[in-house]
């Protein structure tokens, strides 16, 4: 269990899962759709948004350490997560999830 800063209690059953193996069929409907370009309802939205913020609030983020000579990529990395994390509670459209993902590969991180 994981309680962020807005006080959502949100459960882990492990490691991130990607989306095809979440069992929610919404859920994979919803991803579908993003990703083939087709128009997403509120509850599609919703969806996506509730995936990413199990995917980046899991605490296996945290324990992610980078090897060698990669002390500012480590910082980086700690850094993009802090502010995903914080930007996926403000995700309300298409074009949040798409500013979401672009932050996200950015710092090696691709949930879809």
Same mark, same amino acid.
């Given at each position: 269990?994981?309680?962020?800063?807005? $006080?959502?209690?949100?459960?882990?059953? $492990?490691?991130?899962?990607?989306?095809?193996?979440?069992?929610?069929?919404?859920?994979?409907?919803?991803?579908?759709?993003?990703?083939?370009?087709?128009?997403?309802?509120?509850?599609?939205?919703?969806?996506?948004?509730?995936?990413?913020?199990?995917?980046?609030?899991?605490?296996?983020?945290?324990?992610?350490?980078?090897?060698?000579?990669?002390?500012?990529?480590?910082?980086?990395?700690?850094?993009?997560?802090?502010?995903?994390?914080?930007?996926?509670?403000?995700?309300?459209?298409?074009?949040?999830?798409?500013?979401?993902?672009?932050?996200?590969?950015?710092?090696?991180?691709?949930?879809?």
């Amino acid at each position: 269990m994981f309680i962020p800063d807005d $006080g959502e209690t949100v459960y882990f059953a $492990g490691p991130a899962k990607y989306w095809q193996y979440e069992p929610d069929p919404q859920l994979g409907r919803a991803v579908t759709r993003y990703l083939t370009a087709e128009s997403l309802s509120l509850e599609d939205i919703r969806q996506i948004t509730l995936y990413l913020k199990r995917w980046i609030l899991c605490p296996a983020w945290d324990r992610f350490q980078l090897r060698g000579s990669a002390q500012g990529k480590q910082f980086r990395l700690h850094q993009g997560l802090r502010d995903l994390r914080f930007a996926v509670r403000h995700i309300y459209t298409r074009r949040d999830i798409e500013e979401w993902r672009e932050t996200a590969t950015a710092i090696g991180i691709d949930p879809f």
